[in-house]
Each structure stands twice: as C-alpha cells, then as structure tokens.
C-alpha cells in the first residue's frame, strides 16, 4: 500500500479547509443553506425526479439520490411497504440506504447527467 506524503495531505486540506469557506460565503446562515438544498430539491423533481417513496415496491431497480451524496446509484426496495427497506446495490452487494428521490432506471443513457 503506498502511503501519502505530508505535502499531499497538506495539499488535500487546504483544499477542505477553502471549500468549506466559500460554502459558509455562499450559505452564511442556515436560511440560506435550507434555501440551497430546496432549490436543488425542486430542480431535480423537474428533472424527472420522484419522492422515494414512490419508489418500485415489487424489487425492480431504480436509481436513487441519497443526502449527503453526490451520487446516483442503483437501489432496489425490498419487502412490503413501511416495514421494508432500500438497499443500494453495488459490487454484487447491498447496502443500506435512505434515499429521498428516485428515478426509473433509463433505457438510453446517452444524455444523462452523472
């Protein structure tokens, strides 16, 4: 395993650290940042978009957004409704997830926007 040298850690702080100031430059409050995360919400509904609760309930795959991730990724719902559970699927495996909007899976994927 190679192991990172002190100039790339500093490198990849710095980098943190000035991310995180230009979002607390764009979002100062939680006002703005709840108005951010609405914006965003309400453009990926009009891009095609759903709630994930409405979501395949028969185990069929779906694409999902999860918070916190800048991700698509394929999910499926298992069991019945209220009582069962998403899980991304991914390397043969499942993973627990908790998405908040899903989308068909597309047949042509030649225009998406990953």
Same mark, same amino acid.
């Given at each position: 395993m190679k192991s990172m040298t002190s100039n790339a850690a500093k490198r990849i702080w710095l980098q943190v650290e000035k991310n995180r100031a230009e979002r607390a430059d764009?979002?100062?409050?939680?006002?703005?940042? $709840?108005?951010?995360?609405?914006?965003?919400y309400q453009r990926l509904q009009e891009l095609g978009w759903r709630e994930a609760?409405?979501?395949?309930?028969?185990?069929s795959p779906f694409h999902a957004i999860e918070a916190g991730s800048t991700g698509i990724h394929d999910a499926v719902y298992w069991g019945n409704w209220q009582t069962g559970s998403w899980e991304i699927v991914e390397a043969d495996d499942l993973w627990p997830?908790?998405?908040?909007?899903? $989308?068909p899976i597309p047949t042509d994927t030649s225009a998406e926007g990953n």
């Open positions: 764009a979002m100062p409050t939680e006002r703005e940042a $709840r108005e951010v995360m609405f914006s965003a609760i409405y979501c395949p309930k028969d185990g997830s908790r998405p908040i909007l899903f $989308r």
